[in-house]
């Protein structure tokens, strides 16, 4: 259409319109009388009355459509209607129309107040259901509202979150794309850019659209636009190498074959409106003879575009004059290509749908006959009244209007692939009915084909999908599709494919290296198959075996003056008691448990004291020995064999009563030790008290020092009493081992810490038995001449 300036002083021109005659729109016209010519020879709808028509040519501009309106609202003068085919004139009951969401809006806006009914066949707009401010409008396609979700879950479906988006700048693409772009949020999709265009647009605003689309990172582009817009843009691309994109395509231009010449679109997929078959529709748009064209100028201008012929002879001198042999039948056009009805069934229904509301305003049946009064004046409110009601089928379709005024939403998926010929066809592949349970509504029942003839599903995404055991890390001032993979903590877990966040495996479980899978850590303890423990109990069974053999040597020679000389009651005694501090070393290796937890510590308390009490007591008995040699003393009178045993059996008897308070008040027990590993769970004895076990250390020490200071003073005694300098010596070792002992206890880890203190028993017995039996026992056996009451007076 041109633009007219007015001048508000004369009166203006009625608005025209120019531009390509479309014949896909003469299709849905001639659909629309068609349906008429079917209800006015029905026997069965509407018997005996006659519908007429005018069709109006709103040349896709909104000025005219509003004429148009105005028009229709005022209503009509009698010529305007085809003759005796009405049965009454000059009142508009009903307007099926306008193709285009824009153009219904601005008719349904001025006839509504007329509460004349507009059933619309193309107009999707989801603006349209909205009864407040359109209360007069139907329409037999679905709303845009369900196409959007369609196309999302489409989107989705293939796996594809990073696109494009391009729209008409129409009602149409500006509502259909913010549908659009609201359901694909929910559904995780990104999209990269949105343009919006019109085919009015200067040629440098469909130049930068069409720069967009090469220039971007996303294959998939979802176009929610009318076909003369999509021609315009699809052109435009055409011009330089074309991009390698996968169209998704609305309703509105997916099935458009005007728009299948473009190559580059094999692959297309899209939502359709559902297929159908009109019984007739095709005969009776190929009965059209030379001079029922010539009276009609549109079908006129039909004719001489399609032949390229003029039908008068003032044609132009490019143009021959048509001669009658023009075929209508071997065509190929849009308006003869009836394999895939789709719109027009919308039309069709449109029409049948207006005749069934009239039909149950003016008609009634009784006794199975049908009488209809054709003298009634007929209001368009009541025909308003009852479209709002009817339900009946047509053509195996069913026909009604919800609340909103819409019809139960049902699209087919259509793809765009090449035949065997090599022309793009348009393949239904799967559908989309909105009235199946969620889950069930969309399916895809055919192989498909993509972009470049490809049987390959295109990839368009932003980022690649993060593999388990790593987490998704938005990117600064990007959508959320656009992520960088970072490898999870230490600790922790993803076992999903782009996980937003990872999280800690349970306390006993630690991450595989591919930190996708949590294990049960590994048990870590002192067992017996370790190296470690092998080495010690060869030194433990050794130093026992040391003890008991030193013991026989020490009974076989009992009646020697080296074994007479310091009590050799003691000696064996403490020997006893070597060889139980060497044994209860075994009791800290293996796995811990209640029993062994309280046996290790309080054997090894009660055997180190034992083993003190007897170097205490020998040390007793070298210095009473020396004071009874004075002269008037009487000291060995009081420290006999009796004393000596009571001193061994009270000092210890002190350390079982402070074992067997430890063991009933908190007795120590097995625990998994978490937290000096994280990666594997240490099983050890927990103290229970600290303050019993340092009581029980604390006791050691203090009789450790009380007899290094006692074998101190006796250490200058006469050379046949020098059992005091080994005491002293063995002590001194004792000492040292147990000192440097707690530092290397307490910072040692895991089963080191058990290392540590088996070591500590290990050292401190092998100094007492080397430091106070060896040299005596290299006497007894090496120079047993020493070895004699004589060799001692002497030395004496």
């Known amino acids: ?114 509460n004349i009914p507009l059933v619309s066949h193309f107009a999707t707009c989801a603006c349209l259901s909205n009864k407040h401010e359109y209360p007069t409008f139907f329409r037999t396609i679905p709303s845009d509202h369900y196409q959007a ?28 794309m913010a549908t659009f772009l609201e359901t694909a949020r929910r559904e995780g999709i990104c999209v990269e850019y949105v343009e919006s265009f019109d085919w009015t647009h200067p040629e440098s605003k469909i130049q930068r659209v069409a720069n967009v689309i090469r220039r971007s990172t996303a294959t998939v582009v979802v176009a929610f636009a009318a076909p003369g817009d999509m021609k315009i843009l699809l052109e435009e691309l055409a011009w330089q190498p074309v991009p390698s994109r996968q169209w998704i395509g609305s309703e509105a231009w997916i099935t458009d074959p005007n728009l299948m010449s473009f190559s580059f679109c094999t ?75 789709r719109v027009s069934n919308m039309v069709y229904k449109a029409v049948y749908a207006i005749a069934h509301a009239i039909h149950n305003v003016v008609c009634q049946e009784t006794n199975a006959t049908i009488q209809c009064d054709k003298y009634m004046r007929l209001e368009p409110k009541q025909v308003l009244s009852e479209l709002k009601k009817v339900s009946f089928s047509q053509n195996g379709y069913h026909i009604s209007f919800d609340s909103n005024g819409d019809p139960i939403a049902f699209y087919e998926l259509v793809n765009w692939q090449k035949s065997k010929s090599g022309v793009i066809e348009p393949l239904t592949v799967g559908y989309y009915d909105a009235s199946l349970p969620m889950g069930e509504q969309f399916l895809i029942n055919r192989n498909l084909t993509w972009l470049e003839d490809s049987t390959q599903i295109p990839v368009s995404i932003c980022s690649e999908s993060c593999p388990p055991g790593t987490r998704k ?4 001032g990007k959508p959320i599709c656009c992520y960088d993979c970072i490898p999870c903590p230490e600790g922790e877990i993803t076992n999903i494919t782009d996980a937003p966040d990872c999280f800690l495996c349970p306390r006993e479980f630690w991450p595989n290296a591919e930190k996708d899978a949590c294990f049960l850590k590994p048990m870590e303890f002192l067992s017996f ?29 009992r009646r020697t003056p080296i074994v007479r000389a310091n009590n050799s009651e003691l000696s064996f005694m403490l020997l006893f008691s070597l060889t139980l501090c060497f044994l209860c070393s075994l009791t800290f290796i293996g796995v811990p448990s209640k029993w ?108 450790a020092v009380f007899c290094f200071v006692l074998a101190v003073l006796a250490r200058k005694l006469p050379d046949n009493f020098n059992e005091a300098k080994l005491i002293t010596f063995s002590m001194l070792i004792f000492c040292a081992v147990w000192i440097t002992f707690i530092p290397a206890y307490v910072s040692s880890p895991g089963k080191f810490t058990v290392a540590v203190e088996i070591f500590a028993i290990l050292a401190s017995s092998f100094g007492l038995i080397l430091c106070i039996f060896a040299p005596k026992c290299f006497i007894i056996l090496f120079q047993p001449e020493k070895n004699t009451k004589k060799f001692l007076m002497n030395k004496k």
């Not at 285009?100 to 349904?108: D, H, K, N, V, W």
């Not at 196309?151 to 259909?176: E, Q, R």
Request: aromatic share 10%; net charge positive; hydrophobic share 45%.
């Open 473 to 476: 890390v938005l990117q600064k």
């Open 1 to 114: 259409m041109h633009t007219v300036v007015n001048n508000y002083i004369t009166k203006p021109e009625h608005p025209r319109c120019t531009g390509s005659f479309n014949a896909r729109d003469l299709r849905f016209s001639r659909t629309m009388i068609f349906a008429i010519e079917e209800i006015n020879n029905s026997t069965k709808l509407l018997p005996g009355i006659k519908l007429g028509y005018q069709i109006y040519d709103t040349c896709s501009a909104v000025p005219v459509a509003v004429h148009v309106a105005f028009q229709l609202s005022n209503g009509q003068d009698p010529m305007f209607y085809k003759g005796s085919n009405c049965s009454q004139t000059g009142v508009v009951i009903a307007v099926v129309g306008d193709s285009g969401s824009t153009l219904s809006i601005s008719m349904a806006r001025i006839i509504g107040s007329f």
């Open 529 to 557: 198959d370790d190296i470690l423990s092998i080495i010690l109990t060869t030194f433990s069974v050794s130093g026992a075996c040391l003890a008991i053999i030193t013991a026989v040597i020490f009974f076989c020679h």
């Open 267 to 341: 692959g297309a997929i899209g939502v359709a409106i559902q297929r159908s078959v009109i019984p007739g529709l095709r005969d009776f748009l190929l009965d059209l003879s030379v001079s029922e064209v010539a009276a009609s100028t549109v079908l006129t201008e039909f004719w001489e575009n399609a032949f390229n012929c003029s039908l008068t002879k003032t044609s132009k001198l490019n143009k021959r004059v048509c001669d009658g042999t023009e075929d209508i039948k071997t065509l190929k056009s849009p308006y003869t290509e009836t394999s895939q009805l």
């Open 596 to 703: 062994s937890c309280m046996l290790r510590h309080t054997a090894f308390g009660i055997t180190f004291v034992l083993c003190i009490s007897c170097v205490l007591g020998k040390t007793l008995v070298v210095l009473m020995a020396f004071k009874a040699t004075l002269p008037g003393s009487n000291t060995m009178k009081w420290f006999g064999p009796p004393q000596q045993r009571m001193t061994v059996v009270s000092v210890t008897f002190i350390q079982v009563i402070i074992c067997t308070v430890w063991l009933v008040l908190s007795p120590p027990f097995p625990v998994k030790n978490l937290t000096t590993y994280k990666e594997k769970i240490i099983l050890e004895c927990a103290l229970g008290s600290a303050v019993g076990f340092w009581a029980v250390l604390g006791y050691i020490g203090l009789l």
């Open 149 to 176: 979700a369609a196309l999302a879950k489409l989107v989705k479906h293939f796996g594809w979150t990073w696109i494009g988006a391009v729209h008409s700048d129409s009602d149409y693409g500006n509502y259909g």
